[in-house]
């Protein structure tokens, strides 16, 4: 069964960074590209970033040069490095299985871990 | 950026009838690969978003057979055969095909 289990979301001030963990089980995670995505309060979902198996990356328009996207196979754990935050940033950050959220078996996501931005 | 427009926005269903959802993208999702990278999610309130269905119409483990999606190129959808309690919530669909990958902006589906 996959599980994805998301950490280090917190309260931080603008410009501050925070790193955020997720933790895979029940799959081979280097075998497969994974995604960020993030809800605003009260908002839709919103794709933030990919990584491929390969380690190729993506990024939204909206957090290209602030984020970075990162795997550690040897952990079974994704990372996204948030610098320069600001207070649209605030929002649950989920991880997907999938670079394009398209895998098999990787229809269930975590419980997300909320991020908010502010003074 | 690939716009997703889902319609309707809010669709007030009756216990027991059919439901259906629209999603339509500003090109064709159609990749090089020769898949079609439309998912559709369910998120109930308070909860995670669930995906539902991946490439148009495969549905996920656990997914009552209630929910199909169907569609191809920019037209795509999503079905309830008969709707029940649980099935409250908002859908979303998203593509995966163009980078960056967008998300339609939801609808919300509520029972009479």
């Known amino acids: 069964e996959v599980q994805l289990l998301e950490s280090g979301g917190g309260l931080v001030q603008p410009g501050g960074s925070l790193r955020l963990s997720c933790a895979a089980s029940?799959?081979?995670?280097?075998?497969?590209?994974m995604s960020w995505v993030r809800q605003a309060p009260g908002k839709g979902l919103e794709w933030v970033s990919a990584?491929?198996?390969?380690?190729?990356?993506y990024y939204a328009d909206s957090v290209t040069g602030r984020f970075t996207i990162s795997r550690d196979n040897s952990k079974n754990t994704l990372y996204l490095q948030m610098n320069s935050l600001r207070a649209e940033d605030t929002a649950v950050y989920y991880c997907?299985?999938?670079?394009?959220?398209?895998?098999?078996?990787?229809?269930?996501w975590g419980q997300g871990t909320l991020v908010t931005v502010s003074s | 950026d690939v716009v997703m427009t889902q319609s309707p926005l809010s669709l007030p269903v009756t216990l027991g009838q059919p439901a259906s959802i629209s999603c339509r993208s500003s090109q064709s999702l159609v990749h090089s690969d020769g898949n079609t990278y439309l998912n559709w999610f369910q998120q109930r309130p308070g909860q995670s978003p669930r995906r539902l269905i991946y490439?148009?119409?495969n549905r996920d483990s656990g997914v009552s057979d209630r929910f199909s999606g169907s569609g191809s190129g920019t037209d795509f959808t999503l079905k309830i055969s008969r709707v029940e309690a649980e099935d409250v919530g908002v859908y979303y669909c998203?593509?995966?095909?163009?980078?960056?990958?967008?998300f339609g902006g939801g609808t919300k589906v509520e029972i009479k």
């Open positions: 997907a299985m999938g670079g394009r959220i398209a895998a098999v078996g990787g229809g269930d």
């Open positions: 490439k148009v119409s």
């Open positions: 029940g799959f081979t995670f280097s075998s497969y590209g």
């Open positions: 990584i491929g198996g390969g380690g190729v990356t």
């Open positions: 998203m593509q995966g095909t163009h980078w960056p990958l967008t």
